[in-house]
Structures are given as structure tokens and as C-alpha cells.
């Protein structure tokens, strides 16, 4: 536990005996207590968001690019297991941690990803998506498929992780590959979706008329202003 959080932690259990004790010493009645105890928890929910973004924040300053190895039909992209065991040791580190929530039924399935800091501060970011019926997928297949697809979009809009192909360095410095390329495309798209973005606001923030008219440039910037963004 950093000396943050326990500073914070120290500082509401000091606060709330006070109030306790002085509430004690003149008698207050129930209903004094308890709204006493009120202003206690919401002063203690304030603080625990608070701790929650520093958190986050220092994860995100701190968190390495996560590179796209799996190759995927006509793209790459970062398996869940991939971003996990790399990801593990600084959202520990940073008092962060996450769990998964998940809801079906015929054919939708819906996954929350619920990232959660030792203060008790929790933020949710939920996707829905329909079964993955494709390739030769029985229907035990077809929704595993889904759920790790939507637990990996939600794990990185909770987190404002980044991923990128292994070539990124190179093609932003080739001055040939002006433009994000189609597996970045796919990208930002789901990002949009998963976050409830206003597309059209969003590609006249970056003055293009869709989306793959985004330099190479701008994608790191696009996809972080995306994960900062609250879902509807």
C-alpha cells in the first residue's frame, strides 16, 4: 500500500472519530449522529475519487505501449492475456485493480469492466456485442469468443491503455504512411462505439470528414481523448 493511500485512509479515520467523540460529548441525538455520519461517508467518497485518478493518472504516465503480435483476420491486435501480463505488476503498484461483470441472453452479451482503487473508488465501462458466430464456432465457442473480445475493448477503456502494430516507430517516421492505417481505423471505430463517442464532434475535433483521413500523428492523441472519455 503506498504512503498515499494510507495517509488518506489515516486522515478519514481521524476525521470520523472526531466527530464521533465531539457528537458524543454533547449528547447529540440519533438523527444528528446519523447525518454526521452522512457527511462523513460522502466527504470519504469524494476523497477515494480523488486518490482513484491520481491512480489512474500514474498508471497511464507510466504504462508501456502495448504491442499488437496476434494476427487476426486482415489485423493485428494485443490478446487479452497479452495486455494482462503486462499490465499486472504497475496497476498493483498504483493501488488499481480491475474484475469483469457479465450479462446474457440469446443473442447479446453484455461485459463490464469494473477498474477499482484500494481507496474503494470504483469506474465502470461497459460494451455489448452479438455472439461470434464466424469461422466453424459451436455456441460455447461463439460466446467465449465475444466475451473476451468485449472484456479486452472495455480493459482498455477503462485503463486508457494504448496498443499499437510492432512497426509503429517506423512508419510514423516514413513519410510515405501520412495516414493511420486500416487496423487503426478498426480501432478508433470501436473505441467510438464502446465509449459513446459523437463521431461527427469527435472528426471535426481533428478536421477530417472520416476517420481515415487521421494522420499517423494524431492516433496516439485520438485514442487516449477516446478512453478519457466517460461511456453514456
Known amino acids: 500500500m503506498s504512503k498515499q493511500v494510507v495517509k488518506t485512509q489515516d486522515t478519514a479515520e481521524s476525521q470520523y472519530s472526531k466527530l464521533m467523540q465531539l457528537a458524543l460529548n454533547e449528547n447529540a441525538d440519533i438523527s444528528k449522529l446519523e447525518k454526521l455520519m452522512e457527511m462523513q461517508e460522502k466527504w470519504e467518497a469524494k476523497e477515494a475519487k480523488k486518490t482513484f485518478f491520481a491512480a489512474l493518472a500514474d498508471f497511464q504516465k507510466r504504462c508501456p505501449m502495448i504491442v499488437k503480435k496476434k494476427q487476426g483476420h486482415n489485423y493485428k491486435y494485443a490478446p487479452l492475456g497479452d495486455i494482462q501480463m503486462q499490465i499486472g505488476d504497475l496497476l498493483s503498484e498504483c493501488g488499481l485493480s480491475y474484475r469483469f461483470e457479465q450479462n446474457h441472453?440469446?443473442?447479446?452479451?453484455?461485459?463490464?469492466?469494473?477498474?477499482?482503487?484500494?481507496?474503494?473508488?470504483?469506474?465502470?465501462?461497459?460494451?455489448?456485442?452479438?455472439?461470434?458466430?464466424s469461422g466453424s464456432k459451436n455456441a460455447i465457442q461463439a460466446r467465449g469468443s465475444t466475451v473476451t473480445y468485449l472484456q479486452r475493448y472495455t480493459l482498455i477503456g477503462s485503463f486508457g491503455i494504448i496498443t499499437a502494430d510492432e512497426d509503429t516507430d517506423?512508419?510514423?517516421?516514413?513519410?510515405?504512411?501520412?495516414?493511420?492505417?486500416?487496423?487503426?481505423?478498426?480501432?478508433?471505430?470501436?473505441?467510438?462505439?464502446?465509449?459513446?463517442?459523437?463521431?461527427?464532434?469527435?472528426?471535426?475535433?481533428?478536421?477530417?470528414?472520416?476517420?481515415?483521413?487521421?494522420?499517423?500523428?494524431?492516433?496516439?492523441?485520438?485514442?487516449?481523448?477516446?478512453?478519457?472519455?466517460?461511456?453514456?
Open 105 to 133: 441472453d440469446a443473442e447479446l452479451i453484455e461485459v463490464t469492466c469494473v477498474a477499482s482503487h484500494i481507496n474503494g473508488h470504483e469506474e465502470k465501462v461497459k460494451m455489448v456485442g452479438e455472439l461470434d458466430a
Open 170 to 232: 517506423g512508419r510514423l517516421a516514413d513519410a510515405s504512411s501520412e495516414y493511420i492505417t486500416s487496423e487503426q481505423v478498426t480501432e478508433i471505430d470501436e473505441l467510438i462505439k464502446l465509449k459513446s463517442a459523437n463521431k461527427e464532434r469527435f472528426l471535426k475535433f481533428f478536421k477530417v470528414a472520416k476517420i481515415e483521413d487521421i494522420r499517423a500523428t494524431q492516433f496516439t492523441r485520438a485514442v487516449r481523448m477516446l478512453q478519457q472519455k466517460k461511456a453514456s
